[in-house]
Nanobody, 123 residues
Framework: RWQLAESGGGSVQAGGSLRLACSPS????????FSWFRQAPEKKREAVAT?????KYSDSANGRFTISRDDANNTVYLQMNSLQPEDTAMYYC???????????????????WGQGTQVTVSS
């Protein structure tokens, strides 16, 4: 099991940017699937973006967020631009061996999760 640590959350005004980071401890990334999810109070956990041999984004993230990985630093990033109040949520990093275009967005299929980092966007 991988231990994942997220960082980079915070509070910004609408239109601002944040960059989240996810680092697996005790493990060197290879081609595993890393994804970002988010969960707002009283809402279901929803997929944001994934990276493995491909990248995909949710409709709400497409065009504003960019997922990337830096294997040299063993870190996956989520660059979030043009943030809006509806982006306010706890953001989680998750990992699994491999993902497919048809199922990357399903949180049930991930075994390893970080503790989350809070993102708050004010209007």
């Amino acid at each position: 099991r991988w231990q994942l640590a997220e960082s980079g959350g915070g509070s910004v005004q609408a239109g601002g940017s944040l960059r989240l980071a996810c680092s697996p401890s005790g493990y060197t990334m290879n081609n595993e699937c890393f994804s970002w999810f988010r969960q707002a109070p009283e809402k279901k956990r929803e997929a944001v973006a994934t990276i493995s041999t491909f990248t995909k984004y949710s409709d709400s993230a497409n065009g504003r967020f960019t997922i990337s990985r830096d294997d040299a630093n063993n870190t996956v990033y989520l660059q979030m631009n043009s943030l809006q109040p509806e982006d306010t949520a706890m953001y989680y990093c998750a990992a699994r061996g491999s993902c497919y275009g048809s199922d990357w967005y399903n949180p049930v299929l991930y075994n390893d999760w970080g503790q989350g980092t809070q993102v708050t966007v004010s209007s």
